[in-house]
Structures are given as structure tokens and as C-alpha cells.
């Protein structure tokens, strides 16, 4: 199975069968499925569009949370799904309904009329024809790659566009430089219309302030016009208008302040009196995102660990920069009462797993690296050659079942457990039992 896509999901495998499953940026097919289906980018509510790197998906979750603690109505679409395709379609708050789902799917591919489009193509066509159809207050869009010609990338006047950390990563389809990225990412900026930054890499900034000056797109930029830290156990936003004293973000991890500090931001610069500090304090408390530093309580993984002592995260960073977030994280844990840290890591062949490794040097006691249940899964073999050669030695397992089982199975104090890397290793673990299913 080369999707990651699970069986017992019929909308999923109606649109493997139907569609091609490939990355082919362009606008044009898009375009002229939405035209069929009567624009219904044109008949949103305020748009934010989130592209960049990392942080996407918790900004995103952070942006959302800050809506509906302030009562709105909130639309969303993310990417990829971890094992149910209705989780990228939130329609007002709530994922699509199976039955639902099924019907928007025979009416956006009636409107294609046998045409050429792609998995991902279709998947964004159907999401914005739902929004549409459904009043809402917000609507929150998510970047699938890239940005200039991703299959989002059709709102002629958002509200606001956001860009997250650039950093490197599908060097294959967006170029192998961090300006060539940046380059990319940029294309999300419309003509006048503002955008929020999150903190760049210079040769990233550079490139997305020139394209900002070129179409008179207003930046508000992080570590310039604001920013956000830890203190006191508190998080600290501070910018122009002033300085928020709020509550730790409710998703794990220092990288987290970055995130939440970018959603809080993007809600000051829609200016909209609704979104006030009560709303955003309570939005990042309340801010769920699974497998991105997510404790799992439930599930026959969890079960072992706990029987051992031990806790379980799961972690879907899977270039080097996430990896330094998560390594960060990993030390913190360990911090906290002096106990091990134990990695059991799977990538994709494609991702750069030298970086990654290099990144999470010196963080575990314990590495145990393996496949998934994926042809684009690097073998299990080859990852624990790369770790080893960035200095982490590692143990190859055939599967997450053994590794984990590996890792508890030493003397000593219980370690923390983190499965980290793909996704799809993450949705693998989340779909062994419906209680961890994301909802």
C-alpha cells in the first residue's frame, strides 16, 4: 500500500481507484474543476491561507481552537489525513460526516467530467464546495506543498496569508536552496492583502519580503513586529499594540511557543473584536493536533508502555528542522525527572534521514529504528546505516510492535517512548485502535 490509506475507509478508496495519487503543481486543473462546480473559493467566509514547512498543522489547530472559544463557526482543511480522509475536511467545527462525505465526492467528480485531476486536486476541490455550502464564520486552509501552485492556492483576496518556518524539505518538487523554497512558499501573498511571518532563516526572509514589496502585501514579521516566549511558566505575546500575558500553549513542546505565537498574530491582524484575549488565552489552552508531541494514553502501544512504567508520544516531524524541535522536546521530558529517553524512528526513503539523525544525536539512550506499512517506507536496514553514521546507533525492528517492545524490554527506570518521524508511521499507531482515532 503506497497511501497509507486504510481499507475500511470506502471515500478513501473510491478516490484511490478513481484518481491518481501524485504531485503535479500546477493550477490549471483546479482551476477549471472549480469553475465546474460554480467557484465556491468565491464564497467563503474570511479565508486564512497557511502555508509553509513545519508548524502548518499546529498553527492551523491553534487558529481554529482561538475561533471557536470565541463562539465562531470555523472551517478547516488540512493535510495529510493520519487514518481517516474526513480528517482534513472540518466543516463548522465538526469532521465531514461519512455519508456527507460520500455524496460531496459523486457531485465534485460528476463536475470533472472524466477530466485529468489528482488525488489531492479533487480532495481540495471537494473541501472548498463544502465550505461554501455551509455558512461559518472562518475558514482556515492549509497548504498541501509548497504554495505557488498548490492546489489551495486560488484565493484571490484572503484575509490573510501565513508563512511558517521555511526550512528545507521535498527539495524534489520546491528546489534544493532555501531561497528556491521560500521561493515557493511565497507564492501564497496576494496583491495588498496581509500576511503574518513566522520567524525565517535570512535567505527565506529575504526572498518572501521582496515578493511582499513586489505585490504591496503588508507583512507582519516575527522577531520583528512580534513575538512570543516562555516565561514564568507562562507564554508572553508581545507586539505593536502591546503585551499578552497568557497560558502555556496546550500542545507539547519550546517549539510550541513559536506556533502559537504566529495563530496569535494571525487573530490580531484580522482585527476582528470577537477574537479577544479571553478567546485566544482559551484557544491555546484548549488547541489539540495529533502526532506532533502527542501523549497516547489509549491504544495497545500505550498499554504496553504503561504495563512497563513508561510514557508514549508520537511525533510526526520528519525533516531536520522538526527533528531539532522534537529533540528539544525530548530533553525536556527527560528533565523533567531524570528518566531515559527511547526513539523508535521511520521515515520515507525520500526524506533526508542523514539530517534527521544528525539532529537527534545524543537525545536517547535508546534508538530503534523501522519499517511501516508503506512501498515508500525507507527500509529499516538502511535507516540504522544513516543513523549510525550520523553517530546514533540504532537497533532495525520489522515493525513499531517489536521496537517498542525492544525499548521497554532493558533494565532500569521506565523510559520516555517517542515514535517519531513519518506520518504514516504515526497513522499506522493511531489506527490500531478507533480510541485513537483523531476526531
Known amino acids: 500500500m503506497t497511501d497509507g490509506l486504510l481499507p475500511h475507509d470506502a471515500a478513501l478508496e473510491r478516490l484511490r481507484r478513481l484518481h491518481p495519487i501524485l504531485i503535479d503543481l500546477s493550477l490549471g486543473r483546479v482551476q477549471r474543476l472549480l469553475g465546474a462546480l460554480g467557484h465556491p473559493e468565491t464564497r467563503l467566509p474570511p479565508v486564512i491561507h497557511v502555508a ?46 461519512d455519508d456527507e462525505l460520500a455524496a460531496l465526492l459523486a457531485q465534485v467528480e460528476a463536475a470533472n467530467a472524466g477530466e485529468p485531476i489528482t488525488f489531492f486536486e479533487i480532495t481540495a476541490a471537494a473541501a472548498l464546495k463544502a465550505f461554501a455550502d455551509t455558512p461559518a464564520d472562518l475558514c482556515v486552509v492549509e497548504v498541501g506543498l509548497g504554495g505557488r501552485y498548490d492546489a489551495t492556492n486560488v484565493f484571490e483576496a484572503p484575509a490573510l496569508s501565513v508563512i511558517t518556518p521555511v526550512d528545507h524539505d521535498h527539495h524534489e518538487y520546491l ?43 503588508p507583512l507582519t514579521v516575527a522577531g520583528r513586529d512580534f513575538d512570543a516566549y516562555a ?40 482585527g476582528d473584536p470577537r477574537l479577544d484575549g479571553a478567546a485566544v488565552a482559551a484557544g491555546l489552552v484548549s488547541a489539540r493536533w495529533p502526532a506532533r508531541m502527542q501523549r497516547l494514553t489509549a491504544g495497545p502501544l500505550a498499554a504496553a508502555a504503561r504495563a512497563r512504567g513508561a510514557d508514549l ?16 522536546a525530548a530533553r525536556s521530558l527527560q528533565a523533567r525527572d531524570g528518566r531515559p529517553v527511547a526513539l523508535i524512528v521511520g521515515l520515507l526513503a525520500r526524506k533526508d534521514a542523514a539530517g534527521v539523525f544528525e539532529a537527534l544525536k545524543g537525545v536517547a539512550e535508546q534508538v530503534c529504528v523501522t519499517g511501516f506499512a508503506s512501498e515508500l517506507a525507507a527500509d529499516p536496514g538502511v535507516l540504522s546505516e544513516a543513523a549510525g553514521a550520523a553517530g546514533v546507533p540504532a537497533t532495525a525492528c520489522a515493525d513499531v510492535i517489536q521496537a517498542l517492545a525492544r525499548v521497554l524490554a532493558g533494565e532500569g527506570p521506565p523510559p520516555h517512548v517517542i515514535i517519531c518521524g513519518s506520518l504514516y508511521l504515526a497513522g499506522e499507531v493511531l489506527a490500531m485502535s478507533p480510541a485513537t482515532w483523531p476526531t
Do not use: C
Open 231 to 270: 516565561q514564568g511558566g507562562r507564554m508572553v505575546f508581545q507586539d505593536e499594540a502591546g503585551l499578552l500575558d497568557l497560558p502555556p500553549p496546550g500542545l507539547y513542546g519550546a517549539h510550541q511557543v513559536d506556533n502559537a505565537g504566529i495563530a496569535v498574530a494571525a487573530v490580531r491582524a484580522l
Open 175 to 217: 528546489g534544493d536552496t532555501l531561497a528556491k523554497i521560500a521561493g515557493e512558499k511565497a507564492g501564497v501573498l496576494k496583491p495588498g492583502r496581509p500576511a503574518v511571518i513566522g520567524r525565517q532563516p535570512e535567505a527565506a526572509l529575504e526572498v518572501i519580503e521582496a515578493q511582499a514589496t513586489r505585490l504591496g502585501s
Open 313 to 328: 508520544w508520537l511525533d510526526g516531524g520528519h525533516n531536520p528542522h522538526a527533528a531539532r524541535a522534537l529533540a528539544e
Open 52 to 97: 509553509g514547512t513545519n508548524g502548518k498543522g499546529s498553527t492551523v489547530a491553534y487558529l481554529r481552537a482561538i475561533g471557536e472559544a470565541a463562539g465562531l463557526r470555523v472551517h478547516a482543511f488540512t493535510s495529510p489525513h493520519l487514518v481517516r480522509f474526513a480528517e482534513r475536511i472540518r466543516i463548522a467545527g465538526t469532521l465531514i460526516a
